[in-house]
């Protein structure tokens, strides 16, 4: 059974800081690229960041850049996303997402999401 499980949401204010954690499991991790995307109310869910199987190469929303962070440690299963200098603007569900091509076309997973809420 694949599983998703974010992590390490919660209320913050502005211009403080979070973690989020992604922990996979019934799947080979290390086989998938995973992002977090995030999605607030009345709103499309959209890409925050990817990085590859190997944690090579990132890329960031032009919206979270220099203020996120993501991380994967494939020997954990576990990816990151460390939130610095959150805004109002972040508030939404985030959700971990694992993905990779197949023979037949795309393979992807996803978590239930976790809240993160930045008021004063």
């Known amino acids: 059974q694949v599983q998703l499980v974010e992590s390490g949401g919660g209320l913050v204010q502005p211009g403080g800081s979070l973690r989020l954690s992604c922990a996979a499991s019934?799947?080979?991790?290390?086989?998938?690229?995973m992002s977090w995307y995030r999605q607030a109310p009345g709103k499309e869910r959209e890409l925050v960041v990817g990085?590859?199987?190997?944690?090579?190469?990132?890329n960031y929303a032009d919206s979270v850049k220099g203020r996120f962070t993501i991380s994967r440690d494939n020997a954990k299963n576990t990816v990151y996303l460390q939130m610095n200098s959150l805004k109002p603007e972040d508030t939404a569900v985030y959700y971990c997402?694992?993905?990779?091509?197949?023979?037949?076309?795309?393979?992807?997973?996803w978590g239930q999401g976790t809240q993160v809420t930045v008021s004063s």
């Open positions: 997402n694992a993905r990779r091509r197949t023979y037949g076309g795309v393979e992807s997973f």
């Open positions: 019934g799947f080979t991790f290390s086989s998938y690229g």
């Open positions: 990085i590859t199987s190997t944690g090579g190469f990132t």
